[in-house]
T-cell receptor
Framework: GAVVSQHPSWVICKSGTSVKIECRSL??????MFWYRQFPKQSLMLMAT?????????EQGVEKDKFLINHASLTLSTLTVTSAHPEDSSFYIC???????????FGQGTRLTVV | GEDVEQSLFLSVREGDSSVINCTYT??????LYWYKQEPGAGLQLLTY?????DMKQDQRLTVLLNKKDKHLSLRIADTQTGDSAIYFC??????????FGAGTILRVKS
């Protein structure tokens, strides 16, 4: 299957700082990227959907000013957790998809720990 | 709204077949998916099936879809210890976001 690379794999940051997570589609052009959050032993919670060149669509309850999503090109989307707090500690996973294609490919995830 | 449910845990012996079940509520689902997640990793797409199909087979994996009952299953033949992971069922309407179940933990005993 297609490769989606997510970086970093893990990050530890101090409370109040911002963290940027990158998601790249390596061998295809992703018209749509999704950002998920996964709590321990739980399913994936969709945070937002972004289409290249347009603003992200956030799910209900997700603060768009806290979780900034940029999808500037067909191969790169970024999620910035601004002013991170310990409750933001989680596993964040991106997914990339070509418009109207059935497959959705996932990155390897980023473990964020805010101390 | 959309809802996807799965059994939480399955334990099988190495060499046996595993069957993971999933039910969904969205009658507009176009595609149904099975993903595998190993500890600390992202999701690996195992297979998907179009909603007008009843069955799809891919090596050791067999997907059965009962659209009338909105029931999806994943059968893993000759289950190996490396198959131990969490398996997620998901559904999506054409071009839309995927909705995931809670995941089924598969434990394979040697």
């Amino acid at each position: 299957g297609a490769v989606v690379s997510q970086h970093p794999s893990w990050v530890i940051c101090k409370s109040g700082t911002s963290v940027k997570i990158e998601c790249r589609s390596l061998d295809f052009q992703a018209t749509t990227m999704f950002w998920y959050r996964q709590f321990p032993k739980q399913s994936l919670m969709l945070m937002a959907t972004s289409n290249e060149g347009s603003k992200a669509t956030y799910e209900q309850g997700v603060e768009k000013d806290k979780f900034l999503i940029n999808h500037a090109s067909l191969t790169l989307s970024t999620l910035t957790v601004t002013s991170a707090h310990p409750e933001d500690s989680s596993f964040y996973i991106c997914s990339a998809r070509v418009l109207w294609a059935p497959e959705a490919f996932f990155g390897q995830g980023t473990r964020l720990t805010v101390v | 709204g959309e809802d996807v449910e799965q059994s939480l845990f399955l334990s099988v012996r190495e060499g046996d077949s595993s069957v993971i079940n999933c039910t969904y509520t969205d009658s507009s689902s176009t595609y149904l998916y099975w993903y595998k997640q190993e500890p600390g990793a992202g999701l690996q797409l195992l297979t998907y099936i179009f909603s007008n199909m009843d069955m799809k087979q891919d090596q050791r994996l067999t997907v059965l879809l009962n659209k009338k009952d909105k029931h999806l299953s994943l059968r893993i033949a000759d289950t190996q210890t490396g198959d131990s992971a969490i398996y997620f069922c998901a559904e999506a309407e054409y071009g839309n976001k995927l909705v995931f179940g809670a995941g089924t933990i598969l434990r394979v005993k040697s």
